[in-house]
């Protein structure tokens, strides 16, 4: 069984789309042993709680500096002995150092097609602000591995989503989510747990 943690900063949508592949068995193989938020208010902590998922505050405000702030976030992974670290909406951008510790261990969804809309700078309703600007027909969602370029490493799965005329930011963020995300998402860790699996076996 695949060990993950989630890292979140607010809502937690996706987080909760995990926990309810875990349940309708569309992820059997992957269990989420850990949910790490940055922001002590964020939503997605509730949700783990309701789960009964261990949950942790790690801050950068609390450390002198961001290299103390990601060797506590590496240390609670690393003693929760976690396979597979999933940003879902966990919003601050992780270091070269810090990714280059868990090389392929970390994946992040990302919600536009990639290579289109991402990077820095683009995240949550910035994303949907910048498509519905230039004007694509069609949006959607990735799931890439997470390397030191952002939004740059290998991506796993993506699903287009219809962009309309009449659509606001907050409109397609949803569509986005409610088609794209919330379904490759889970997937994708279930994948990753058949891959991991097939390999130990082999
Ligand atoms: C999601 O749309 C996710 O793709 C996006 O933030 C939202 C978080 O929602 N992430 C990024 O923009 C990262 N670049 P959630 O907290 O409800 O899952």
């Known amino acids: 069984m695949l060990r993950v943690a989630v890292l979140v900063s607010g809502g937690g949508t996706n987080l909760q789309a995990i926990i309810d592949a875990q349940t309708s068995g569309v992820i059997k193989d992957a269990k989420v042993q850990l949910v790490v938020s940055n922001v002590l208010s964020a939503y997605a902590l509730e949700r783990a709680k309701n789960a009964n998922i261990k949950t942790a505050v790690v801050r950068k405000k609390d450390f002198e500096n ?5 060797n506590a976030l590496s240390d609670l992974l690393i003693e929760n002995k976690i396979d597979l670290i999933v940003l879902a909406g966990f919003m601050t951008i992780l270091s070269a150092d810090f990714v280059n510790k868990f090389p392929e261990k970390i994946i992040n969804v990302h919600p536009a097609l990639i290579p289109s809309f991402c990077g820095e700078g683009f995240y949550g309703l910035k994303v949907h602000e910048a498509a519905l600007e230039k004007g694509v027909k069609i949006t959607g969602a990735t799931v890439h591995y997470v390397n030191e370029i952002a939004d740059g ?3 796993i799965m993506q699903k287009a989503v219809e962009v309309k005329d009449t659509d606001t930011p907050e409109i397609l963020q949803k569509r986005v989510m409610q088609q794209a995300e919330w379904d490759i998402l889970p997937r994708a860790i ?3 747990a058949e891959q ?3 390999k130990t076996e082999s």
Not at 66 to 70: I, S
């Open 66 to 70: 961001v290299a103390l702030w990601e």
């Open 153 to 155: 490493g290998k991506i």
């Open 190 to 192: 279930q994948l990753i």
């Open 196 to 198: 991991t699996s097939d």
